[in-house]
């Protein structure tokens, strides 16, 4: 059966909806970004740009660097968009626009998030990189999806059962990055960590400018959860939505966290934007 104009909804020149792209316009390995100004960071440093398209805060360029194609794309902030952003990305490559069904060869795509993030637990330095190995969301998103499969629910139902948060109807789920990713990002630079996302980087982070968390004990309990010898290490807000789509739509994907913040010690970096561009090209090294 064709998708209805209303589930797979295309603009005027055949771009899907939010994106504004084409299947042709996206390579098989793709960065994502949250902030629309490090599109540029990242595509700089290609050989040469060929797509340059956007809407709203979704904004990709797509270029060539040794060789290899690769996408950057802004996803904004949250798992909402994450939503959108992996939702019409999949469609691009399992989906024949023309016909409008899903096509039976399907391309798994290659993601890597190069994002900021806070750390909770004191020892992990501000400027350090972090490797999500496991990302466990706090924010819903997964919860409307049938996953049960591809999840970690081991670590997903110890965590519920420790936090009891259900009564607050905060019900993490839990996914795992993707292995192969996860060694071809790897060095001596990076620590692998277990990484929280929310929906949102007051409140649902633990912080309190004029308002308090209405959990006290928030970091508290994190910083405290043990799993398999592993403690949470930092906060964000796409990991878990972006490992859980991936996973679901067989796609492989692997979050690289420049730790901006310690929130443990109450430190921020004194410059951020040389730690995100260090992050950049220790990933374009990686990957290209
Ligand atoms: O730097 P990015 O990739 O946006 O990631 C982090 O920074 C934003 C909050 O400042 C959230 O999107 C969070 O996940
Ligand atoms: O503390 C932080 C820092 C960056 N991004 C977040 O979401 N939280």
Same mark, same amino acid.
């Given at each position: 059966?064709?998708?209805?104009?209303?589930?797979? %909804?295309?603009?005027?020149?055949?771009?899907?909806?939010?994106? =504004?792209?084409?299947?042709?316009?996206?390579?098989?390995?793709?960065?994502?970004?949250?902030?629309?100004?490090?599109?540029?960071?990242?595509?700089?440093?290609?050989?040469?740009?060929?797509?340059? !398209?956007?809407?709203?805060?979704?904004?990709?360029?797509?270029?060539?660097?040794?060789?290899?194609?690769?996408? &950057? %794309?802004?996803?904004? /902030?949250?798992?909402?968009? /994450?939503?959108?952003?992996?939702?019409?990305?999949?469609?691009?490559? =399992?989906?024949?626009?023309?016909?409008?069904?899903? @096509?039976?060869?399907?391309?798994?795509?290659?993601?890597?998030?190069?994002?900021?993030?806070?750390?909770?637990?004191?020892? %992990?330095?501000?400027?350090?990189?972090?490797?999500?190995?496991?990302?466990?969301?706090?924010?819903?998103?997964?919860?409307?999806?049938?996953?049960?499969?591809?999840?970690?629910?081991?670590?997903?139902?110890?965590?519920?059962?420790?936090?009891?948060?259900?009564?607050?109807?905060?019900?993490?789920?839990?996914?795992?990055?993707?292995?192969?990713?996860?060694?071809?990002?790897?060095? $001596?630079?990076?620590?692998?960590?277990?990484?929280?996302? $929310?929906?949102?980087?007051?409140?649902?982070?633990?912080?309190?400018?004029?308002?308090?968390?209405?959990? !006290?004990?928030?970091?508290? @309990?994190?910083?405290?959860?043990?799993?398999?010898?592993? @403690?949470?290490? $930092?906060?964000?807000?796409?990991?878990?939505?972006?490992?859980?789509?991936?996973?679901?739509?067989?796609?492989?994907? &692997?979050?690289?966290?420049?730790?901006?913040?310690?929130?443990?010690?109450?430190?921020?970096? !004194?410059?951020?934007?040389?730690?995100?561009?260090?992050? /950049?090209?220790?990933?374009?090294?990686? %990957?290209?």
């Amino acid at each position: 059966m064709p998708l209805a104009a209303s589930e797979l %909804i295309l603009n005027s020149d055949g771009s899907i909806y939010h994106l =504004n792209l084409l299947p042709e316009d996206i390579a098989e390995t793709i960065i994502t970004v949250g902030d629309p100004e490090r599109v540029h960071d990242v595509s700089k440093h290609f050989d040469v740009i060929e797509v340059k !398209k956007g809407k709203r805060e979704f904004h990709t360029h797509t270029g060539i660097l040794n060789g290899k194609r690769i996408s &950057v %794309i802004s996803t904004g /902030i949250g798992t909402d968009n /994450i939503d959108i952003v992996f939702n019409e990305l999949d469609a691009l490559v =399992n989906i024949d626009f023309g016909n409008r069904e899903e @096509k039976d060869k399907k391309i798994a795509l290659n993601f890597i998030r190069i994002g900021t993030s806070g750390a909770i637990q004191p020892d %992990i330095d501000i400027d350090s990189f972090l490797l999500s190995a496991h990302a466990i969301g706090l924010d819903g998103l997964m919860h409307f999806y049938n996953c049960s499969d591809e999840q970690n629910i081991t670590l997903a139902s110890k965590l519920n059962s420790y936090l009891g948060w259900q009564n607050r109807h905060i019900t993490a789920y839990a996914f795992d990055c993707d292995d192969l990713l996860k060694n071809k990002l790897n060095s $001596n630079r990076i620590r692998f960590g277990t990484t929280v996302t $929310n929906a949102g980087f007051y409140g649902p982070q633990g912080r309190g400018i004029r308002l308090s968390p209405a959990l !006290k004990d928030f970091h508290q @309990k994190l910083m405290a959860f043990n799993f398999q010898d592993k @403690k949470v290490t $930092n906060l964000e807000m796409e990991t878990a939505g972006i490992y859980g789509l991936a996973s679901i739509l067989g796609h492989r994907a &692997v979050s690289m966290n420049a730790i901006l913040a310690n929130r443990a010690t109450g430190k921020f970096s !004194k410059n951020p934007a040389r730690t995100v561009e260090q992050l /950049i090209q220790y990933c374009l090294e990686k %990957i290209s």
